[in-house]
């Protein structure tokens, strides 16, 4: 009898070990997304880093995206990717690693930072059926590769002087180019904020006015400036109340 007991035991435990080391390898899948909306063939050359406390992992991806940890501890980890060009989708992405997965691969996008440029030509009100009020920006593109996937994204930033920039400015405001709104290399950013309409506050004859083109990141509401591309010249609009 005793010797069944220890066999039962002995199989208990191995079949135990054998659970624990069901998915040997870690893998993080990480896929690059241009400018424009959409996936690369090539996910290689991104730099990833797992953290949790004093520990650190460190790997590189291949053409498929894929880095592969071997025998990675179970638990909760920061994780940052890097690549020339790209930002992290979301900025304070986590790892969550549990014994009970039943996957070892865990998924995570780049989006590109723009690459384009814009030159503002005019702003004027606008009332749209889209945006109950807001303001269209009359733009050109320079060196726009293709047509977006959707639309692009950029922030407007406006001051009372002519040094206005993503760091000195009185106020923003996000702008969008729908793809229906490009034309060639001719566009409308529709200018809005958050609410129903687009405030610009009143006492102004003229404001100082730049386009930053900006990464279609997951956390649009945060401000990253890492996420902005080369801006526009700035742009003296003489304001339209």
Sequence with gaps: MMKYIVLLIFCLFVLGCEK?????????K?????????????NSGVNVRLTRGQE?????????????FPDFPYGIFSVQLEK???????????LTYHDTDTSNVFS?????IPKYEIVIDSITENRSPIYLSCYYGYARFININSMPLWQ????????????V???????FHYGIILRYLIDGNKCIVVIRSDGEKTEIPPGYESLYVRFYPKARNG???MIRDEALGKPSEVFKWKVIY
């Design 165 to 171: 920039s993503s760091e000195k400015y009185l106020f």
């Design 84 to 94: 020339n060009g790209y930002i992290s989708e979301y900025r304070n992405s986590q």
């Design 30 to 42: 990480a896929k690059l997304i241009d400018e424009n909306g959409y996936a690369l063939v090539d």
């Design 56 to 68: 650190s992992y460190q790997g590189t991806t291949d053409s498929k995206g894929e880095c592969s």
């Design 108 to 112: 995570y996008n780049l989006v590109e």
């Design 219 to 221: 956390d649009w509401y």
């Design 152 to 163: 692009y994204d950029l922030k407007v930033y406006f001051s009372d002087t002519s040094d």
């Design 20 to 28: 624990e080391n069901e998915n040997p390898n870690l893998i993080i």
